[in-house]
């Protein structure tokens, strides 16, 4: 049977550490003990603790003590401090230490166990959340924009030339090009890479909204603002805050933001106390901010200040060549989250992705190998299990309307409906394919419903 924990018991009182460890025995928990704080150390070379439960005053070395030791040896050791009933204090002490929670002498056993349950299931949580960081920051690794052409290459070069630096970066680009991995690889290059990465993406939150989550607030500064709250210029503080689709911020907002990038201060909402943080900014926008600039929707003095350094990633088909390696590096990837034996593609799918103009760029291009990997029962990803919008059956050929010979609405009617059905009928997904917007996509199949359906004919082939 497994254990439910292992736990190490520390106390110099030798029938106190035999009794405790009996009874933890019996609730199914692996025990070892020690006598002192040197013998704990010396147990971790054959056993390693979930939970460290230590006495606090001991002789030679306290628990506290032990407790800084243990975590040099294993960071993500809980540790529950048991102490006498008139040390309470120094217990307190502990925890603001980092120690878990502590119990008071003589144990109350019911008490204790519940407090180790809740101790082993932090510790598993946070395992837990080490690991999805690493796979996340695995997923957003630099490594992870392949390709060998000029385009690819000239970013390359910028990035390792840029990330020590301090100065703001500005990434432009179409949605779906790898802006968000572009941030994530200037800051793990930093001298900030030890620190914080924060992301936000503005064009998600109301400007109320918005504001707050960038500069913070105070308790009563709104509606439902309750307590204070650090917003995500004080969450970066001493690493890197990445603004996602800045070009969609008001102008209120480009202000404050300003003034930050000139002073590196700012106040809550609702606040009077001026803040000072130590944050590096990158930004990114699939905008042309110097075009808004001259209409005069984005401020010409913020846009130089984050346009320090300008990366510009290239859209997919601007990159053909890249094509083949970005498939078969996904492929390499889903085929073993998917538990496949995948050997790569036929030539018929490789150039139907090679013909095809990938509007959503990078990001579609994964997609499209994702469900491929999970469509094709082997050995190689054939034509047919790719999205019909990027390797149209045959037959499709003679469903689309003449081209010269039709007009704009029927044109249009085919490749709204066509594009959803290829996007498994996402609006979302099929308005940025088409660049334009939801909304738009939902009148026209509102008159889709209420209009006679036209008939479909051949698109003219040479």
């Known amino acids: 049977m497994s254990h439910k924990g292992k736990i190490l018991v520390v106390d110099d009182e030798a029938s106190a550490r035999t009794a405790l460890a009996e009874l933890l025995r019996d609730e199914n928990l692996e025990v070892e003990t020690a006598a002192d704080a040197f013998k704990a150390l010396g147990k971790l070379e054959t056993f390693v603790p979930h939970v460290l439960l230590t006495d606090l005053k ?44 502590y ?33 996340l920051s695995e997923r957003f690794d630099f490594d992870n924009v392949v390709g060998a052409s000029p385009e690819i290459q000239n970013v390359f070069n910028i990035v390792s030339q840029v990330a020590p630096a301090r100065a703001s970066v500005l990434i432009t680009g179409e949605s779906g090009t790898g802006k968000e991995i572009v941030a994530s690889a200037l800051h793990q290059r930093s001298k900030r890479k030890d620190g914080p990465f924060v992301k936000l993406h503005c064009a998600a939150l109301a400007e109320t909204l918005l504001e707050s989550e960038l500069f913070g607030h105070e308790k009563g500064a709104f509606t439902g603002a309750v307590a204070r709250r650090e917003g995500r210029f004080e969450q970066a503080h001493g690493g890197t805050l990445f603004l996602d689709e800045i ?55 913020l846009y130089y200040r984050l346009n320090v350094v300008s ?8 990159r053909p060549s890249d094509i083949p390696l970005l498939a078969a590096h ?41 469900r491929a990997v999970v469509l094709s029962p082997g050995p190689r990803i054939e034509r047919e299990a790719l999205p019909a919008a990027v390797a149209p059956a045959p037959s499709a050929l ?15 009617r085919y490749a709204i409906l066509e594009t959803l059905e290829a996007t498994g009928g996402s609006t979302s997904r099929a308005a940025e394919i088409l660049g334009i917007s939801v909304r738009k996509i939902q009148y026209k199949l509102h008159q889709y419903r209420q209009a006679p359906k036209s008939a479909g004919v051949a698109v003219e082939t040479d």
């Not at 809740?118 to 999805?132: F, H, T, W, Y």
């Not at 492929?331 to 013909?355: C, I, P, Q, V, W």
């Not at 003679?398 to 249009?412: N, R, T």
Request: some cysteine.
């Open 247 to 301: 070009g969609e911020i008001s102008p209120s907002v480009q202000v404050k933001l300003l003034r930050f990038l000139q002073e590196q201060e700012f106040e809550r909402v609702g606040g009077t106390k001026t803040l000072s943080v130590d944050v590096r900014i990158l930004a990114a926008t699939n905008r042309d901010l110097a075009a808004a600039v001259e209409q005069g929707s984005f401020r010409e003095d």
């Open 330 to 370: 996904f492929l390499e990837r889903y085929s073993a989250e998917n538990e496949k034996s995948l050997t790569g593609f036929s030539d018929g799918a490789l150039e139907a992705m090679m013909s095809y103009r990938w509007p959503g760029n990078v990001r579609e291009l994964e997609n499209a190998v994702e």
């Open 311 to 318: 990366i510009e990633m290239p859209a997919l088909r601007d």
């Open 58 to 101: 001991m002789p030679g070395m306290d628990g506290i003590e032990l407790m800084g030791k243990m975590r040099e040896i294993d960071p993500e050791c809980v540790v529950v401090i048991m102490t006498a009933f008139g040390a309470v204090e120094t217990a307190v002490e502990a925890m603001r230490a980092g120690a878990f929670d």
């Open 398 to 412: 003679g469903k689309g309307p003449k081209i010269p010979g039709a007009s704009l609405a029927d044109i249009e």
């Open 103 to 135: 119990v008071t002498k003589p144990l109350n056993f019911d008490e204790l166990t519940i407090v180790l349950e809740r101790a082993i299931e932090s510790r598993r949580l946070r395992v837990e959340a080490d690991k999805l960081r690493e796979r």
